[in-house]
């Protein structure tokens, strides 16, 4: 419901600011749908959408966030996700918003292409559509015509970002200003918690991930724990990237800086501490993988998540 409203209000604001500036009216926003009304939030909320078969050739469709049970939600919406493709190819942009994205890579449309969208709901669209480049550390992915972003409230930064593209960038920064959103944000990995995927049914691959996740300390060699599960590295290496999405080194490092990254929350250990936990002896290393997984250095991390102050030593 809040990507549905906010969508509608940030929006609107932005041509009647537009019509103000002295500008013809640019954007006239609908909610569509394929039922008389829809409830939300356990009831709370309902809305009112046009039918889409009363609704000719549009410019731009938004595709809202859906709820967890993505297959049942897909099998629901056949008839929509029909007219989504169908507008995309009578000249429609469409732009999805967090977990919307599973009904728009249902059209076929995103094959081949980049997408982003929750990095909570990763593994079930990595599954459900391996033709499609997952970007889960990217806040908005752009192709020819259709737009995707990541996660829950980031919408906002979508609805900038169409904003600026069908109005101009004063508007967007007067939005941006009017309703508080941080302007140009591109990258959601300082939210994202790593989840670690074990509903893989590999159990070999199971019982290397709990190695890692024991031994975070120590110096781990692949090779070793290879053949102490009686599979060559190359066989290992492929079953794991195949079960987890990662390689086994990437697995390490996102195990290692989910760990420090709770320690740099939730006490008053310093960054050395927290990366001592892990099995870092080296500075250097621990910031630029820190860095490269969540986007900020280990010092802007703790400031911004922290409320003990700040320690790099």
Known sequence: MSS???SFEILTRANLYWEKMGNASRMEVRLVGVEAESTSSVGLFAIHPIHINDIGRVDLLIIPSILNNYENAIL????LVTWIKKQHQDGAEVASICTGAFLLAATG?????NCSTHWNAAADFRRMFPNINLQTDTLITVAPGIYTNGGAYSFLNLILFLVEKYFDRKTAILCSKVFQIEIDRNSQSPFSIFQTQKSHGDTVIDKAQTYIEENLTERISFEALASKLA?????FERRFVKATGNTPVEYLQRVKVEAAKRTLEEGRKTI???MSEVGYSDDKAFREVFKKITGLSPLDYKSKYNREGISTR
Request: charged fraction near 35%; glycine fraction near 10%; charge should be negative.
């Open 4 to 6: 549905i409203a906010g």
């Open 76 to 79: 629901d919406n056949q008839e």
């Open 231 to 235: 599979i060559s590295r190359r066989n």
């Open 109 to 113: 449309l995103l094959d081949g292409k």
């Open 272 to 274: 050395f501490e927290a």
